[in-house]
């Protein structure tokens, strides 16, 4: 409770003084661990460069700027939330321009700019904020599933095919052996697999065992000495690290391909026709997918990953707006947050805006020392390699949704999901999912009703006794359940689960 004196004198407000903010900065851009960090910023890759590399080749993308401002943003949104907020493509953008004979980088530029125009107006508003209490967790989960799923579904792909990103085609089976084979590309997954082991719940567990056992013999010991080693191993980076050295041995020349220098810098020119074209078949279609995924599904991993930061929706819609409404002018690829580039990062052991910052740092230099030069090192990266760190990623995002426990969330998140990955689309499964919620939340709702009349009309111990136990309020949410329950699929979540993926 605050006393009367609070009333006069008012606390001041946040950032008052440089050295406030000072300090602000200092907390969010903090290295917990330095190789862990590192590693974290490995996380994102498996989305960012496909998208990238696809666009650079098939539509002459300006890599150099791209990476000079999506440096910038890293840096940035890491200052700001302290926390691994990943920049990535926007994948629709992306798909459409990628598809699309007549959709060139004037027209994802302005998918871009006005897709971030319009989150920066409902950030401000106060709609996003709106719309992120109103949408139930269950329609969240059933969207981060989808898109973990999606993602460890296009990385299988990645490591089986070969891709051909400039036609974001497959170009046939991928051989066992080679610089870019199947061997290598399981090699690294069980080398994560070794590493990582399933996240940070395992590693709870060892470290909580280990304070446990005092009585252990020296054999135990050593194996677990020998067990935190490999997991202070920084498994993504060791792996993007060899992915670069193999481009290089793939095709040695790729040196004198390398001019130093940053891309020159221009700004998009943009006729009426271009304006309309981008709206209709790039910011439509990418607007449900950017406020489901890069703002409300980013927001709630985030509250599950770091309880202790607090930032709204509407400062994630604000940003995300800013850096489309500042860089697409110039030709960088129009970008977002994403919850599966936040889940793989945090993965692989990103737990601060230090992370995402290293990774602005890397990309900014990139930029400026090599521009556009690079994408020939990135043509002979191993494509494997890349769907290992994407798989990780989905199955990470995907595995935030185990925290819903009742059938009834299950069923809600379980519909969204399928939805989504069956139509590729997030807002169908959003509506699908929100429709399925309302007409849950109503039948339970009515069942209720009629309980409480049935209890109210019944006089004799006989009826009750039928009914049920229902002699005090506190049973009642028993009696919804028993009434409600047995209407729904009677479906496991395995089988269901089976069902989506095969």
Not at 286 to 291: D, F, H, K, V
Not at 321 to 339: E, Q
Request: one cysteine or more.
């Amino acid at each position: 409770m605050e006393g009367p004196s609070n009333s006069n004198n008012p606390p001041p407000p946040k950032f008052t003084s440089p050295s406030n903010m000072f300090h602000k900065l200092k907390t969010n851009l903090a290295i917990h661990s330095k190789w862990g960090e590192i590693n974290g910023a490995m996380g994102d890759l498996g989305t960012y460069i496909p998208i990238v590399l696809a666009l650079t080749l098939a539509k002459d993308l300006n890599l150099g700027t791209t990476l000079i401002f999506t440096g910038v943003y890293n840096m940035v949104t890491g200052a700001i939330y302290g926390v691994p907020m990943p920049v990535q493509p926007m994948k629709s953008i992306a798909a459409v321009a990628i598809s699309s004979a007549d959709f060139g980088i004037p027209e994802a530029m302005v998918a871009g700019i006005c897709t971030g125009a319009i989150l920066v107006f409902l950030g401000v508003t106060g709609l996003m904020k709106l719309a992120f209490r109103l949408i139930p967790l269950s329609v969240v989960r059933g969207i981060q599933l989808s898109q973990g799923l999606s993602f460890a579904m296009t990385a299988v792909r990645y490591v089986r095919n070969v891709q051909n990103f400039s036609k974001s085609k497959s170009a046939g089976n991928r051989h066992w052996l080679g610089l870019d084979g199947l061997v290598l590309a399981i090699f690294c997954a069980c080398s994560i697999v070794v590493i990582n082991g399933a996240g940070e719940e395992n590693e709870e567990r060892e470290s909580n065992q280990e304070l446990g056992d005092d009585m252990e013999d020296r054999s135990s010991r050593r194996k677990r000495k020998w067990k935190r080693i490999m997991t202070a191993l920084p498994s993504a980076f060791i792996i993007f690290l060899l992915g670069v050295v193999l481009a290089f041995i793939r095709k040695p020349k790729l040196v004198k391909h390398l001019k130093f220098g940053p891309s020159s810098f221009e700004v998009v020119k943009i006729s009426r026709h271009t304006w309309k074209e981008g709206f209709i078949k790039g910011t439509i279609p990418q607007l449900p997918l950017s406020i489901l995924n890069s703002v409300i599904a980013v927001c709630k991993l985030s509250y599950d990953l770091f309880p202790e930061k607090d930032f709204s929706a509407a400062s994630v819609a604000v940003t995300v707006g800013l850096m489309n409404l500042v860089g697409c002018w110039f030709g960088a690829m129009p970008c977002c947050h994403g919850a599966g580039g936040l889940a793989g990062q945090y993965k692989f052991g990103g737990r601060s805006g230090g992370c995402v910052a290293i990774l602005g740092a890397a990309k900014l230099i990139l930029g400026l020392v090599l521009g556009s030069s690079l994408v020939k090192v990135l043509d002979q990266f191993p494509v494997g390699v890349l769907g290992v760190l994407l798989l990780f990623a989905g199955v990470e995002l995907a595995m935030a949704a185990r925290d819903m426990n009742s059938k009834e969330e299950a069923f809600v998140m379980l519909i969204c999901a399928a939805v989504s990955l069956v139509g590729s689309s997030a807002a169908l499964g959003f509506v699908c999912g929100i429709v399925v919620h309302v007409l849950l939340r109503q039948l339970i709702k009515t069942a209720s009703t009629s309980a409480v009349d049935g209890v109210d009309s019944l006089r004799n111990p006989a009826a009750n006794q039928r009914l049920g136990r229902i002699h005090s309020r506190s049973h009642m949410v028993e009696f919804e359940s028993q009434l409600v329950l047995p209407l729904l699929p009677a479906k496991s979540l395995e089988e269901v689960f089976g069902a989506i993926l095969f």
